[in-house]
Structure formats: C-alpha cells, structure tokens
Antibody
C-alpha cells in the first residue's frame, strides 16, 4: 500500500528547532518529487518546500533560510528541519508526493501538528 | 509571486450545481489541480490537469478553464460534498507550488 506517515511534531518554544520525518511505503521517495505543505489552524493550504528526484530543493519565501528539506534514501524517509521557529509556523504539516514537476499531489500523509508557543 | 484567488464561500442547495472559481493571471497557460478537504482530514485531489478526474471521484466533479479563470463544477450536489476546496498550480518560473485561498462549499 502506498502510504506516507509523518512524525516529529509537537509543542516547541519560539526560537527552537524541530525535525519532522515522513516515512514512505509502497514507493520510493527518491524516485518522486516530495513536498511539504502546511495548514495553520483554520487557514488554507500553504506549500512549504519540494525536493526533486535529482535532489534539487526549493522553498517558499516565508521559510527560505529557516527550513531545510532532505531525504534518506536508505530509510525511504523525507525530512523537514525547522529552525528559529515562530508562532506563525504553527500548523499541521503534511508530506505529499507528486510523480513529476507539475503533477498533482496524489499521496498525502495524515499530517503532524507543530505548535510554537 | 503568483496568486490564485478563490471565493471564500459558495452556498448551494442539494441537487443543484456548484461552481467554484479560481482566478489567476494567465492561468490558461498553467495546469490546475483541485483538492477537496473535509474537516480533520488530509486533502484529496478531485481534478488534475484542469479536467481529469482520478479513479474513485464521482463524475459529478468536473473542471474547466476559460480566460483567467479555472472552475470546479460539482453537479447534483450532495450533503457529503460539503468541504473546503483548493485550486493549485505549478509556477515553473520559480519552481514553486501555489494554492488558492480555499472555498468552503456549504450545502444548504
């Protein structure tokens, strides 16, 4: 079964760091285009970052220089390192898959909640 | 940065047709995906590449584009269609994904 399972969320003080993990099953993260999407409480979806199949990474302006996306192919896991966290980073963080640039997000994790307070 | 504009809410009576719009500059040159999100759940794609429907999505869901507007149309609306809907495009000039602000579909 194709699945994404996030972990690592929690309550963190402003200025702190957190690393989110997203374990994939049923497919290879290295063969796909993996993104993080977040949703603040009661708000809409916001794309955060993407890592290409070839390893290139891109970030939303709001997190550039603050967040780092990476993957461990041997563990088939995607990561999001979040530093210097602020209250406005409070959100549910989803990892998602697209099979090519521009393809829709066809697989979503259940999300992990990050509360900065 | 590229911006997608959606109405905050669309009310519709059961059995009627709902149309949710998504406006963006030169959106005709971009491919639009649509997602449905019910409370407490992750989003699900309901339309991809403007008009394509994933397996398992009812034929009542359809997508179209005209001028600077993409539209998600839901025919014969059911109570179970009540959800938030988001449009999305890939901005290849910046390698960024962009979401619309979302539209809450309310079934009266």
């Amino acid at each position: 079964e194709v699945q994404l399972v996030e972990s690592g969320g929690g309550l963190i003080q402003p200025g702190g760091s957190l690393r989110l993990s997203c374990a994939a099953s049923g497919f290879s993260v290295s063969s796909n285009y993996m993104s993080w999407v977040r949703q603040a409480p009661g708000k809409g979806l916001q794309w955060v970052s993407i890592i290409y199949r070839g390893g290139s990474t891109y970030y939303a302006d709001s997190v550039k220089g603050q967040f780092t996306i990476s993957r461990d192919n041997s563990k088939n896991t995607l990561y999001l390192q979040m530093n210097s966290l602020r209250a406005e980073d409070t959100a549910v963080y989803y990892c998602v898959r697209s099979e090519a640039p521009g393809d829709a997000f066809d697989v979503w994790g259940q999300g992990t909640m990050v509360i900065v307070s | 940065s590229y911006v997608l504009t959606q109405p905050p809410s669309v009310p519709v009576a059961p059995g009627k047709t709902a149309r949710i719009t998504c406006g963006g500059n030169n959106i005709g040159s971009k491919s639009v995906h649509w997602y449905q999100q019910k409370p407490g759940q992750a989003p699900v794609v309901v339309i991809y590449y403007d008009t394509d429907r994933p397996s398992g999505i009812p034929e009542r869901f359809s997508g179209s584009k005209s001028g600077n507007t993409a539209t998600l149309t839901i025919s014969r609306v059911e109570a179970g269609d009540e959800a938030d809907y988001y449009c999305q495009v890939w901005d290849s000039s910046s390698d960024h994904w962009v979401f619309g602000g979302g539209t809450k579909l309310t079934v009266l």
